[in-house]
């Protein structure tokens, strides 16, 4: 039974060498994980982070909402709210940090969205316009070759909105990214 038992471990480490190797992982950090006596990084200094893993997962599933909303957030608007939270103030890094630990949220300049534009971007009024535009199409009887795509276009002479140096926490894959 006891020949067993070391045949088994020799085994083990024969083969936790062998991934090391592969791997090029050193064979004691390797050895280490297996037997559960050291940490990876993030368990070891999960009680240094501000944040607790969900509360960090809810704060950045908050930003891509608001964000979706036109309400981003920025810096000065969420330290209050992680203050409130852990009683302890983030550091000038922590928001470089959260951005890293979060690809799905970047930090960027939006572009200004007009309140009552926002506001008509209602589900009724939506619909309500296309169904017009398709009994309009159908009335007139209008091919699909004779339709096109429109929107237009200002020209704005001096600064304007862009030259704002505040940034916001916006959902990366989101175009355009506006703020109200």
Not at 9 to 16: A, C, P
Request: net charge positive; proline share 7%; charged share 30%.
């Amino acid at each position: 039974m006891r020949r067993s038992s070391l045949w088994l471990f020799k085994d083990i480490r024969r083969t936790v060498a062998e991934a090391a190797r592969k791997f090029n992982v050193p064979y004691h950090k390797l050895w280490h994980r297996h037997k559960g006596t050291r940490k990876d990084r993030t368990t070891a200094h999960a009680a240094q982070s501000l944040l607790s893993h969900p509360q960090e997962e809810v704060l950045a599933d908050w930003c891509e909402y608001l964000s979706d909303a036109g309400i981003p957030l920025n810096p000065n608007t969420i330290k209050p709210r992680v203050k409130a939270l852990t009683g302890k103030k983030p550091g000038k890094n922590w928001f470089r940090r959260f951005l890293a630990r979060h690809p799905s949220i970047v930090s960027r300049r939006p572009a200004g969205l007009a309140p009552n534009r926002a506001q008509a971007i209602r589900y009724k009024a939506v619909r309500r316009h296309f169904r017009l535009w398709k009994k309009h199409v159908i009335d007139q009887q209008i091919p699909p070759e004779n339709i096109y795509n429109m929107d237009k276009k200002g020209l704005q002479l001096g600064g304007g909105r862009k030259t704002r140096k505040t940034k916001y926490f916006v959902r990366r894959n989101r175009r355009p990214k506006y703020i109200i």
